[in-house]
C-alpha cells in the first residue's frame, strides 16, 4: 500500500493545490493564515510560557516584522493583489521569515526596520504620546457609552449561554423535580409516621407508669 501511494504523496498534493492559483484562492489564503498568524502565536505562546528568552526574542523580531509588513499589505493590497501569484509569494515570505536557516525576520529587523525606527525615534514618541493620550480623552468623554454597550455585550452573550444549554435543562430540571417529588412525599410520610409512632410510644409509656404508680397504693 505504501509502495502504491508513496511516502511523498501528501507532499505532491499539497504543492500542487498551492501551485493553482486559480483553483485553490481558499486554500492558499488558509496556509498564509495558518502560516502567518496561528502557529506563530502558538510559537510566542509557548515562549512565554517556558520563559525562553532567546526564543522571546526570535517572535519578538517576527511579529514586530509581520507588523510593518500588514501596514504596508493594506496600503498596497489594491496595487498587488490583482497578481494570481501573489499569496504564494506572501506564503513564502511568511515561511522566510520564520525558518531558523534564513531568519528573515532578524535579518529585515536589523537591516531595515531598526535604523528606521532608531532615526525618527524622537518623533514617533511624540505621536505615540499623542495618540494614547486622545484615545484615553474619548473613553473617558464616552465612557457611559462605552459602559452600555459592554452591558449589551455581556446580556447577548449571556442570551446565547441560554439558548446553547437551555434546551437540555428544562427536561433535566423537570426529572429532577419529578425525581425529588416522590422522594419528598415519602419522607414526609415516613416523618409523620414517626412522628405518631413516637406520641403512640410516649402515651403507651404514661399509661405504665399510672398503672405503676396506682397499684401499690391499692
Same mark, same amino acid.
Given at each position: 500500500?505504501? @509502495?502504491?501511494?508513496? *511516502?511523498?504523496?501528501?507532499?505532491? %498534493?499539497?504543492?500542487?493545490l498551492l501551485l493553482a492559483p486559480l483553483d485553490s484562492n481558499i486554500v492558499i489564503r488558509t496556509a498564509c493564515c495558518s502560516v502567518g498568524i496561528a502557529l506563530p502565536v502558538y510559537s510566542t505562546f509557548k515562549a +512565554?510560557?517556558?520563559?525562553?528568552?532567546n526564543e522571546q526574542q526570535k517572535w519578538l523580531l517576527y511579529w514586530? %516584522?509581520?507588523? @510593518?509588513? @500588514?501596514?504596508?499589505? %493594506?496600503?498596497?493590497?489594491?496595487? +498587488? @493583489?490583482?497578481?494570481p501569484l501573489y499569496y504564494h509569494m506572501k506564503l513564502a515570505f511568511l515561511i522566510w521569515l520564520q525558518l531558523p536557516t534564513t531568519n528573515g525576520a532578524k535579518q529585515l529587523y536589523t537591516n531595515h526596520l531598526r535604523p528606521f525606527f532608531l532615526r525618527h525615534q524622537a518623533r514617533l514618541d511624540q505621536i505615540t504620546g499623542w495618540f494614547y493620550s486622545e484615545a484615553g480623552k474619548f473613553i473617558s468623554a464616552h465612557?457611559?457609552?462605552?459602559q452600555f454597550m459592554k452591558t449589551v455585550v455581556m446580556k447577548i452573550l449571556t442570551s446565547v449561554k441560554q439558548l446553547v444549554n437551555g434546551s437540555d435543562q428544562p427536561a433535566t430540571t423537570q426529572?429532577? =423535580?419529578? +425525581?425529588?417529588?416522590? =422522594?419528598?412525599? %415519602?419522607? *414526609?410520610s415516613d416523618s409523620v409516621d414517626a412522628t405518631h409512632g413516637s406520641a403512640a410510644a410516649n402515651a403507651d409509656d404514661d399509661d405504665d407508669d399510672e398503672y405503676v404508680s396506682v397499684s401499690p397504693s391499692s
Open positions: 500500500m505504501a @509502495s502504491l501511494f508513496g *511516502s511523498n504523496l501528501p507532499t505532491e %498534493v499539497g504543492l500542487k +512565554i510560557e517556558t520563559k525562553d528568552q514586530a %516584522v509581520y507588523g @510593518s509588513f @500588514s501596514v504596508v499589505e %493594506v496600503f498596497a493590497d489594491k496595487l +498587488i @493583489s490583482w497578481s465612557q457611559a457609552e462605552f426529572e429532577r =423535580r419529578a +425525581i425529588a417529588g416522590p =422522594r419528598d412525599h %415519602v419522607e *414526609s
